[in-house]
């Protein structure tokens, strides 16, 4: 990875940042053939998930922590200055191993805020559209002693947070919000001894938040007796973690983002006979030793296949992954061998889905992608989204309730050739840009979204073998889409902010 591809200190008003419209141009027949003797080798950055529950824990626990491999993009940018707000000692220093990330040092404050404002001048904290950020704050506030006010971008102002406030106010805390969304003042009292139920319906978060903050605020948090732990991935990331974690001072070692490595295990999914890219650094999925924190160390073995595109022991073992679902199928009652294989956002992957639910219009089979309600209340509204840019792209698409259905592209189709709106929304950037390595003419709206992040995404996929995929990425005209020139110089592949 070449220092080039990072700006220190989150630099990213290059002189020509990311152009408003891109095309991605596919890979071409003499590039996948370079791939069978030279791999591209791509180390994925720090988990956005762990760092910014790693931030929280280290600035409410005692002496100092080391956050070793933190990703460094604007959703854990957000938090960091958020707690220097607060009044914690942050440093944040270069990482040597991988310029996406960063090596944090967090002076912990032992449970006690140092700062905070008052009801005529609440201290103003801006998490922009991080709902990792809003949530674990609006919680770690309470723990502190003055008036705070967390606020966000327009759309963050509509994502949910009624769950969380309403059970910090069971724990005796005033909230106040005319709607019970941000913005909103928070008036922190300290520790407050007490238990409180609260439901993650439309965001597990809501839990995570509370449990970060957890043993500072002396609170005994539980989910709905109902709640089946298996549909909630990200609370058991948080409940591992606490049990982990060096809260009296020491060293974490933030263990890489699925979520983002998705995307990279995606282009194997694509190109299976070639399979162009190692990824780097990376937990395996559980069943293969991984730690388990991250559902989205699944993709690998859950993703769609290019079914003309992998060799015949791939075959095999789709044939396998196909026995898996029809299992699962007949489970849930379903009887007819032709039913779609099923994959959940609640028990088979996390944010992956996204970047699964892209590539499946070029598999084998159909796919029905079942329980996206969460995903409706997030960056955008992303199921419509995606169901929105799929049919652009010539795919056959069905949504039905939280479900997506999608459909083998019919001989007689050539996918491709669309304006691809990303509606602000990072995975929507990245999950269309990988698939245009396989599909003509894919331009892709407001790339510079990657920096929520993955800011150094296109800089990766532009590279040379083997730090990237030497991808051709175009400048296109923002009103008639011509191409206007190729972008190759790293800094034009810097996100604008």
């Not at 650094?281 to 290019?306: M, S």
Request: with cysteine; hydrophobic share 40%.
């Amino acid at each position: 990875f070449d220092s080039a591809f990072w700006p220190p200190g989150g630099n990213f008003g290059a002189d020509m940042p990311l152009p408003e419209l891109i095309e991605i141009v596919p890979l071409s027949k003499e590039q996948l053939r370079s791939f069978q003797w030279k791999k591209a080798e791509i180390m994925v950055p720090g988990s956005k998930s762990i760092t910014n529950r790693a931030i929280v824990l280290a600035a409410l626990g005692k002496g100092e922590v080391i956050l070793k491999g933190a990703l460094w993009s604007e959703d854990t940018e957000a938090m960091v200055e958020c707690m220097k707000r607060l009044g914690i000692e942050v440093d944040v220093a270069v990482d040597p191993e991988l310029d996406a990330n960063r090596i944090i040092t967090i002076q912990g404050c032992n449970g006690q805020l140092p700062k905070g404002g008052t009801e005529a001048a609440p201290l103003e904290l801006f998490v922009a559209n991080a709902g990792t950020a809003a949530r674990f704050l609006s919680a770690m506030v309470c723990l502190g002693h003055g008036v705070y006010r967390i606020s966000g971008v327009p759309r963050m102002h509509e994502r949910p947070q009624k769950e969380l406030i309403e059970a910090l106010r069971k724990l005796g805390y005033r909230v106040d919000t005319p709607n019970n969304k941000l913005p909103a003042l928070f008036f922190g009292k300290g520790p407050v001894r007490g238990s409180v139920t609260v439901s993650v319906e439309d965001s597990s978060q809501f839990a995570s938040a509370l449990l970060l903050s957890s043993r500072a605020g002396e609170w005994d948090v539980s989910i709905p007796a109902g709640a089946n732990p298996d549909e909630l991935p990200y609370v058991e990331m948080t409940r591992e973690l606490l049990k982990a974690f060096p809260h009296n001072g020491g060293e974490f070692q933030i263990e890489a983002d699925a979520s983002s490595a998705s995307y990279f295990h995606a282009v194997n999914a694509l190109f299976g006979r070639i399979q162009p890219v190692k990824v780097l650094a990376c937990q395996p999925p559980k069943c293969k030793g991984g730690t388990g924190w991250q559902i989205d160390a699944e993709f690998p073995r859950l993703a769609p296949l290019n079914e003309k595109m992998y060799s015949a022991r791939q075959q095999v073992a789709e044939c396998w992954k196909g026995f898996y679902y029809f299992v699962s199928r007949s489970l849930l009652g379903h009887e007819n061998i032709h039913d779609p294989y099923i994959i959940s956002r609640k028990t088979h992957l996390g944010d992956s889905i996204m970047t699964a639910i892209t590539i499946s219009g070029l598999a084998d089979g159909p796919y029905a992608f079942v329980q996206l309600g969460v995903l409706r209340k997030q960056e955008c509204e992303r199921v419509k989204a995606l169901y929105d840019e799929l049919r652009k792209c010539k795919f056959r698409v069905i949504e039905s309730g939280d479900t997506l259905e999608v459909l083998p592209v019919r001989n007689e189709v050539s996918p491709g050739n669309a304006r691809i709106s990303t509606y602000h929304d990072h995975r929507m950037a990245m999950c269309f840009a990988i698939l245009g390595l396989a599909l003509p003419g894919l331009k892709i709206e407001d790339p510079s979204c990657v920096r929520k992040t993955v800011p150094s995404f296109f800089q990766i996929l532009a590279a040379p073998p083997p730090k990237g995929l030497g991808v051709e990425i175009w400048e296109c005209d923002p009103k008639s889409g011509d191409r206007v020139r190729r972008l190759e110089d790293p800094k034009d592949l810097e996100p604008r902010k």
